[in-house]
């Protein structure tokens, strides 16, 4: 049983960072919907690292109340939301929600996380990600439990299944969860500090830094009442299940800013794995990949 605490939120001020790169029309629809929110009392901090199509100067003049966090390039993902947390903990937030732009959401979607934060103050609090394609599909639902000997994980349901809204409702336990949409309160980070953006500079951080906070003692919940629509061909994540070609499929390996680079896939796996057990758990993990590959492949060919 999940511990239910009370807490009035009336007063609480969200900061929500969003790291973007050369996506304007994605990132100016993010920021309209969270424009249109029924709860308003919070801050956007936009981490720009170095968009060149004018991102910054289309935020500066449709949403000028948008801080705008200048990176140089080189940040990528998780320094990015790195640096917006710093700003964000400087201004005394009490808490943090961290999004991607590529994804759209109710009006109701801030106002359904400050209820969820009411009764689960001092927990991270993740959302159910689902297609923004209809019939919406579930992308991520959380993981029910890990085999640290495997790798193998338990989803609650399979990725891209079909989204039952009767059935898939409430406060969940999850091992991790991804950087779309997730609730991080302030303590956490004086706890056990930032996104590992050394050893994990694009993918893996955010799924590190709820494990590492796991692990510690907090609540990693997924609401699955509190919905992202996520254009998830827009993700990394997204293009493993793309027409690639099966030589830019390898390169990636050896490309550290890809989800399927070896070495933050090593780091990250190196952080819950029992050290003579990781060359069993890596190889595991990456026999998975080549598997959802050419199964993919394969399913493309009859269609």
């Known amino acids: 049983m999940i511990k239910k605490d009370s807490y009035k939120t009336n007063s609480l001020r969200l900061y929500i960072i969003i790291p973007v790169f050369n996506r304007k029309d994605i990132t100016l629809n993010c920021l309209k919907l969270l424009h249109n929110q029924t709860y308003q009392n919070f ?8 968009s060149t ?8 003049e449709s949403y000028p109340k948008t801080v705008v966090i200048r990176g140089n390039g080189n940040w990528w993902w998780t320094k990015s939301v ?7 903990l400087a201004s005394h937030a009490f808490g943090i929600l961290l999004m991607n ?9 801030l ?10 103050p001092n927990s991270i609090i993740g959302s159910l990600s689902l297609t923004v394609e209809k019939p919406h599909k579930i992308f991520f639902s959380g993981i029910k439990k890990r085999n640290v000997f495997t790798a193998k994980i338990s989803k609650y349901h399979k990725q891209f299944s079909l989204y039952e809204p009767d059935k898939i409702t409430g406060i969940h336990s999850t091992e991790v969860l991804p950087g779309r949409g997730v609730y991080i309160p302030a303590i956490v980070f004086d706890k056990i500090g930032f996104l590992n953006e050394d050893k994990m500079p694009q993918y893996y951080s955010d799924f590190d830094f709820t494990n590492r906070a796991k692990r510690i003692g907090f609540n990693v919940l997924i609401n ?9 061909k827009e993700t990394g994540k997204g293009a ?3 027409n690639l070609k099966f030589m830019d499929f390898l390169k990636a390996f050896t490309n550290k800013y890809t989800h399927r680079s070896l070495m933050p896939v090593y780091n990250y796996f190196k952080a819950f794995s029992p050290w003579y057990i990781l060359p069993i758990t890596l190889i595991n993990h990456h026999l998975r990949v080549f598997f959802s590959y050419f199964r993919y492949k394969i399913l493309n060919l009859f269609k």
């Open 111 to 120: 106002q359904e996380l400050i209820n969820c934060i009411a009764h689960y």
């Open 82 to 88: 790195n640096e917006g947390c710093k700003y964000a």
């Open 240 to 242: 493993i299940y793309s």
């Open 53 to 60: 199509d004018g991102t910054e100067e289309a935020i500066r």
């Open 43 to 50: 801050e956007t901090i936009v981490v720009d690292d170095g």
């Open 224 to 232: 699955w009442d509190l919905i992202v629509y996520s254009y998830w």
């Open 101 to 109: 732009d590529d994804i759209e959401f109710k009006k109701n979607y």
